[in-house]
């Protein structure tokens, strides 16, 4: 199918709602629960997204404000593999820049790892900058800082 094949909705979501598709990303290793996401967003500004149709979720992404007040942390999302290739991701990313723009954030940050090149590719083909390489564990698993103004 090319991108943009069917059409799919972008809403806030609930903690609940980003847990069900983060359990069906096969690259998020280990098991989440909703303390995992409690635990991060507790007490913070933050925004969860998911891409969805007639009840179905296809993909999520969540951020918040991070410790320096106008920047905003783009922390984690993920599309289905069987929904990949639609402009999930891409609408999923508009809607949360929009939104930060609109809430007065100036920059917007994320990682990855260096063993998801199609994530540095997405961060490149949207205005980010790799800004900073965190060695953690080999080299696959150094960490990708990417940036980019809004």
Same mark, same amino acid.
């Given at each position: *199918?090319?991108?943009?094949?069917?059409?799919?909705?972008?809403?806030?979501? &609930?903690?609940?709602?980003?847990?069900?598709?983060?359990?069906?990303?096969?690259?998020?290793?280990?098991?989440?629960?909703?303390?995992?996401?409690?635990?991060?967003?507790?007490?913070?500004?933050?925004?969860?997204?998911?891409?969805?149709?007639?009840?179905?979720?296809?993909?999520?992404?969540?951020?918040?404000? &991070?410790?320096?007040?106008?920047?905003?942390?783009?922390? *984690?999302?993920?599309?289905?593999?069987?929904f990949r290739k639609h402009g999930l991701a891409d609408g999923l990313?508009?809607?949360?820049?929009?939104?930060?723009?609109?809430?007065?954030?100036?920059?917007?940050?994320?990682?990855?790892?260096?063993?998801?090149?199609? *994530?540095? &590719?997405?961060?490149? &083909?949207?205005?980010?900058?790799?800004?900073?390489?965190?060695?953690?564990?080999g080299v696959e698993d150094y960490r990708v800082v990417m940036s980019?103004?809004?």
């Amino acid at each position: *199918m090319e991108k943009n094949a069917f059409d799919f909705n972008i809403r806030q979501a &609930s903690l609940a709602e980003l847990l069900w598709v983060h359990e069906r990303i096969p690259e998020f290793p280990g098991k989440a629960s909703l303390d995992f996401y409690l635990d991060r967003l507790r007490h913070r500004l933050y925004l969860a997204l998911v891409a969805e149709q007639d009840g179905d979720l296809f993909g999520f992404k969540v951020g918040y404000q &991070s410790e320096t007040p106008d920047t905003f942390y783009s922390w *984690m999302g993920g599309v289905r593999p069987e929904f990949r290739k639609h402009g999930l991701a891409d609408g999923l990313a508009d809607y949360q820049e929009a939104w930060a723009r609109e809430k007065g954030f100036k920059s917007l940050f994320f990682k990855t790892r260096n063993r998801f090149p199609a *994530m540095i &590719s997405f961060g490149l &083909s949207r205005g980010f900058r790799i800004i900073d390489v965190l060695p953690k564990g080999g080299v696959e698993d150094y960490r990708v800082v990417m940036s980019k103004e809004l």
